[in-house]
């Protein structure tokens, strides 16, 4: 009887939680789950999903070079399965497509995005996302915060990283303002990128300075990143289109970025607020626009990283006369590091040598790091794994 | 050849904007995206999936009532097609079900997460989702936070909402601790809750006092959400067992909320530490915690809310007479507010019409708020904004 009693006690239980567990997502059966991504000791990776009524199953992901799907195998079970790898260590996104349809993995409730692309995340362990791990070190905190941005007419949200120790300081900080690529938002950086824990971790190691870090979404037109906003179904929409040509030119967001966003940082954080302790970087439309803000605004940051992308001469409105006069003012001024990265693989690459050319013509200095691989956030968080320990 | 130039140019911008696009999320053909989901005047919705190579797909969501999968006609383009509603203004999620794999919908880049359940979001607007909107109203701002859990051997990482102008204030603040459901995580209060603007419009609209919430992770062996730790693949499997009898039951959740976190809390934010202005509250799995924390610590907090949890008698280790002399002492101690929120269609709704009967056997007081609906975000959202006015 009082064996019977516990079952029932622990059946009513288990029912609990069951329905807990289910009903928020829909209470369809579930079959045992299965293990996927499954990392091998050699860093192969089976990648596995349960789709006995499936036709066809493809994956593709950052770590086929070409992205290119890979056909999945259907075992008796009704499971397709992949075996890919060895792979470096490393962060990887990728998705399953199902007869057709592009979908996260089922069995992996770790997903990132980056603008309107949802992905399942792997994370193969080594030497480099032990930089981007969370470690046993002090951390610091990652703040959504809402500001007033005049120059665009709205309140916007940006992303600011505190370092270990901000708040029990009276100190004061330097300043990096990082920037993210087309069709991305102010999670990017956090979510792909993981400045946060690669700044923890740098800063323990004593690589890189206790900064601020300070996120703003590039897109012109957007208030923030999508998922804020509920009645953001128009902007959801609307967002696909933010990486147009007119919103990638639009000089808005370099002026927005020094009228509105510096200032809120320097009135809201304790930041040292001049140029020797200000860096600016971004990556693809982000490094456009660090450009761009430097080119605009040559007395504004001492330090400036250029990641994946090159002369922005393809750009109808393109002038060379005026892009030569900012770069005379910008070599005047005299920034303290102007770094340029960028991979052998990058579909930007030529771009980056006519950048590189252009401004060996006009003696303009700069630091050129070239890496393997391509457009990627690979290298973007490599890259700042290299590029935060030379600032301030 | 102006002209021509000109072409050039647009189409070496437009091939850097759509690689930039779609090389993180690999080159495959995207035909035409399909508008989905379309919300209709009257606020039925239109759901739309392009799958031409797919045979069957269901829709599932919480806009049905019974979670069941309601099955979509494939048009003669291929396009999956089914409309719903007029559905209540209120925030939805739902997921397609393509041959058998649940998917979110590839064209909605909203997602919203709690714990494992990764689900595509859809937002009728309306009064109640009013209150959830990003609004033009000062706004506070959310960190993410990791402080020391000694009782628990480990950093953990929690969510801090503090109320607009905070920051310019030098005052102090009540704190409303909020506790998440079994199998969620701190995070699932901001994504699914979105408790921050529920208190930003609440606070504008001075029917909520301006406070600081706290979400801490109710699993006592996880460390964090499974996003952020990389090596987490493992922990990610752990946590779906993480809503286990024992995990639920564990006293270590209430002991290190009161001996970890408050004092945590207290040290690093402007709080006014004492239990007049300390509050608790959780739904479901935080629920029960709620119920054990001020079992356990009846001079913690003066306010208290049970959302869709009853008596926990169910549980293997329950023992009646201990629970009795807790709520005695609790009432002795006497909160200024018992609050207890439970849907009408929830499935623990006879656990606490039980709970209430047992309080009234004891005369311990409560005020109880039944609702339509069941266990569901809709209800909990629901009751914090209708709880939070009552605090403090």
């Not at 579930?30 to 066809?56: G, Q, W």
């Not at 665009?152 to 690529?181: A, I, K, Q």
Request: proline letters at 6%.
């Amino acid at each position: 009887m009082r064996m019977r009693n516990c079952l029932i006690k622990s059946a009513g239980l288990l029912m609990i939680l069951l329905v807990n567990l289910t009903i928020t997502a829909n209470a369809q059966q579930r079959p045992e789950p299965v293990n996927s991504p499954e990392i091998m000791d050699d860093h192969s990776v089976l990648f596995r999903l349960r789709a006995p009524e499936a036709d066809s199953v493809q994956l593709t992901g950052t770590m086929n070079a070409d992205f290119a799907g890979l056909k999945m195998i259907k075992n008796e079970e009704g499971i397709f399965e992949i075996k890919v790898g060895p792979l470096d260590p490393d962060m990887y996104v990728y998705t399953f497509i199902v007869d057709g349809v592009r979908t996260i993995d089922p069995a992996n409730n770790i997903v990132v995005r980056d603008g309107s692309y949802i992905e399942s995340r792997l994370m193969i362990p080594g030497e480099l996302t032990d930089l981007y791990d969370v470690k046993d070190v002090p951390h610091g905190r990652v703040n959504a915060v809402w500001y007033p941005a005049e120059s665009l007419g709205m309140t916007r949200r940006c992303m600011v990283y505190t370092p270990p120790g901000y708040e029990h300081s009276s100190g004061s900080y330097p300043v990096l303002y990082l920037l993210h690529g087309g069709g991305g938002d102010e999670e990017a950086w956090i979510s792909r990128g993981r400045a946060n824990y690669v700044l923890d971790n740098l800063i323990a190691q004593g690589k890189a300075k206790p900064m601020i870090i300070v996120i703003p979404n590039g897109n012109a037109s957007a208030t923030s990143a999508p998922g804020e906003t509920p009645l953001a179904l128009r902007l959801q929409q609307n967002n696909r289109a933010m990486g147009s040509p007119g919103a990638m030119t639009d000089e808005k967001i370099p002026v927005s970025l020094v009228n509105d966003l510096i200032p809120f940082i320097e009135e809201n954080y304790r930041v040292i607020a001049d140029r020797e302790h200000r860096a600016l970087s971004g990556l693809s439309m982000g490094g456009y626009q660090t450009q761009k803000t430097s080119n605009l605004f040559p007395d504004e940051f001492d330090y400036l990283g250029v990641m994946s992308m090159g002369l922005y001469s393809m750009f109808g409105n393109y002038d060379k006369e005026e892009h030569m006069a900012q770069l005379e003012a910008l070599k005047k001024a005299g920034p303290k590091l102007y770094w340029i990265g960028c991979g052998k693989a990058d579909f930007l690459h030529q771009s980056v040598v006519d950048l590189l050319k252009f401004y060996d013509e006009i003696g303009f200095e700069y630091t050129y790091r070239e890496s393997e691989g391509g457009h990627s956030w690979n290298n973007w968080r490599l890259y700042l794994t290299e590029f935060a320990p030379m600032l301030f």
